[in-house]
């Protein structure tokens, strides 16, 4: 179900025959059926086509994963907020992204387009806001829309009436703003508290004649993972079980074997765990008040790193402390942005907005607590090719809805426009999953396509591009070595057994080929075709 630049230009025409069928008395059926055949350009969704247009608020952190959320079925903590919105509305089970990193992420939300289209395809590059953005679409739709915390885009992208975004990473503590004007201010406090009080004063001050699209963006979960000061220690208590993929050796898997992102090896005990922090050095810690420093100092340096001083540790008992550490503040940071999010709900409760506002959580993609031994993303294996997705809508979405159906975030942008009642413009590649939502039946996709870029730094992960289907991923790694990989995910959830030329998966890799041709061809990615083509 693809759509042309010529949609719009039948679907006016159609209305002019409609209206000369209506006035020559043509009746009610002729009408029916013309409006039947326009229905790409819906007006509104069909439950709510004569009622106000709704409001949308899309939360977005980085780098928080669904192994972390309560509602997602884990173990690790509560998240009782984004539970909320997940129990009131509708959960998504294989919500998964086209390139698993942060800055790219956001570009394909605001385009509905693969980084290979919208020029996005490595972090701390410059987005090209001369592309059209969905934004622009609601914007004539009659909608304000504004864009609140962390972009990560490198510049201010067109189809925002209010931007005050972080400049890059952006500071957990006393952090630089950037507004519409291109004026950097610094607001004293936390992030997380800071990003959403500055949402909360925008509804506040808006102009409540018109619907509104706000993107609250937060820097939380992302690494160095700096608690707000209530958090510290809030899971001290706590012994996380290890992984049982943690000690994963890698067999079979050429760029497992040769990857730089482990909680041995790459995850820093200064930078990373914060013991024996040089307070006084530049960077987030000094920007510290001296009542931040204080707090910080009693915990990290009295209590943490007097501890590892104190244990000596080595070998696997220091791998699997550094493990706990990095759980007991990665959690830590997420507390914050759940209280957070609880507050903004109490806010549409408390202002009457809750009613007719669309209420999203949504991660940039998925993200390592241990898994393979590992932190950080980049994978088209399960746990960073997943992110999370719950959506609220009263009166449309009933609660405790359960998607499990695969939806992209190329997907993202034609569902906002087609709750809004706006015409999807023909750029897009993505699909509206409003139906999916609704729970009508639909002859939805079955697979979904993949392509990461960046390397060799940081991390070096080999660039890969693959297939996900409902049981099956096949992926083709290039750049240092060119090689294949296949797993079943079924069986295989953790995709630690590498099937790919084993006896008897020569027909289903032959079909799965096939079929991520037909993807590459569909999504015009001709680097990954010219791959395909070569070896």
């Not at 909608?143 to 885009?153: E, N, P």
Request: charged share 25%; proline share 5%; aromatic share 14%.
């Amino acid at each position: 179900m693809h759509r042309t630049a010529g949609v719009i230009t039948v679907h006016k025409i159609i209305m002019k025959i409609t209206q000369f069928y209506w006035l020559a008395g043509a009746g009610l059926a002729i009408l029916t059926t013309l409006l039947f055949f326009a229905g790409k350009q819906e007006v509104a969704p069909p439950s709510r086509r004569n009622a106000v247009p709704p409001n949308i608020i899309f939360i977005f952190s980085d780098d928080h994963t669904n192994q972390a959320i309560s509602a997602y079925g884990s173990k690790l903590t509560k998240t009782p907020n984004i539970d909320r919105i997940a129990n009131e509305g509708a959960i998504l089970h294989t919500n998964i992204v086209t390139n698993s990193i942060c800055g790219p992420s956001r570009a394909t939300l605001l385009t509905g387009k693969y980084s290979h289209l919208n020029g996005y395809k490595l972090n701390e590059k410059v987005f090209n806001v001369n592309q059209p953005v969905f934004t622009e679409n609601l914007q004539k739709n009659g909608y304000q829309t504004a864009w609140i915390g962390k972009m990560h885009l490198g510049t201010l992208p067109n189809g925002f009436d209010y931007l005050n975004v972080l400049p890059g990473q952006g500071h957990y503590y006393n952090p630089d703003f950037i507004n519409s004007k291109n004026e950097k201010v610094q607001y004293p406090g936390y992030v997380t508290n800071i990003i959403t009080k500055l949402s909360m004063d925008w509804l506040a001050k808006r102009d409540e004649s018109k619907p509104f699209f706000l993107v609250v963006g937060h820097k939380a979960t992302h690494r160095e993972w700096l608690p707000d000061l209530p958090d510290l220690g809030a899971y001290d208590n706590r012994t996380f079980p290890i992984p049982p993929t943690f000690y994963d050796n890698y067999e079979g898997r050429l760029a497992a074997q040769d990857q730089d992102m482990t909680i041995d090896k790459t995850m820093r005990l200064k930078e990373d765990l914060k013991v024996h922090v040089d307070y006084e050095k530049a960077g987030s810690y000094s920007r510290f008040t001296p009542e931040q420093k204080k707090a910080f100092y009693n915990y990290y340096e009295n209590k943490v790193s007097k501890e590892f001083d104190a244990k000596k540790l080595t070998g696997k008992a220091l791998v699997e402390w550094k493990y706990q550490r990095y759980m007991k503040d990665y959690l830590s940071v997420a507390n914050s942005m759940d209280r957070n999010i609880g507050a903004l709900l109490d806010y549409l409760d408390k202002s009457g907005l809750a009613k007719n506002t669309v209420v999203i959580y949504a991660s940039d993609q998925g993200f390592y607590l241990g898994e393979h031994g590992w932190f950080d993303k980049r994978w088209i294996y399960e746990e960073s090719l997943k992110t999370l997705f719950v959506i609220r809508y009263p009166g449309v979405i009933k609660p405790r809805t359960h998607i499990n159906q695969i939806v992209s975030n190329i997907d993202w942008a034609p569902t906002l426009l087609n709750l809004t009642g706006t015409p999807i413009p023909s750029y897009i590649q993505g699909e509206s999953f409003l139906p999916l939502l609704k729970g009508e039946k639909t002859n939805w996709r079955k697979q979904a396509y993949y392509h990461y870029y960046e390397f060799p730094q940081p991390h070096h992960v080999y660039p890969h591009f693959g297939i996900r289907t409902e049981q099956y991923t096949l992926a083709r790694f290039y750049g240092p070595k060119d090689f294949w990989e296949l797993y079943d995910i079924k069986k295989d959830p953790h995709n630690m057994h590498n099937l790919y030329g084993q006896k008897g998966y020569e027909a289903l890799t032959a079909d799965l080929k096939i079929k991520l041709k037909q993807e590459i061809e569909q999504y015009k990615d001709d680097e990954a075709l010219e791959i395909m083509a070569s070896k």
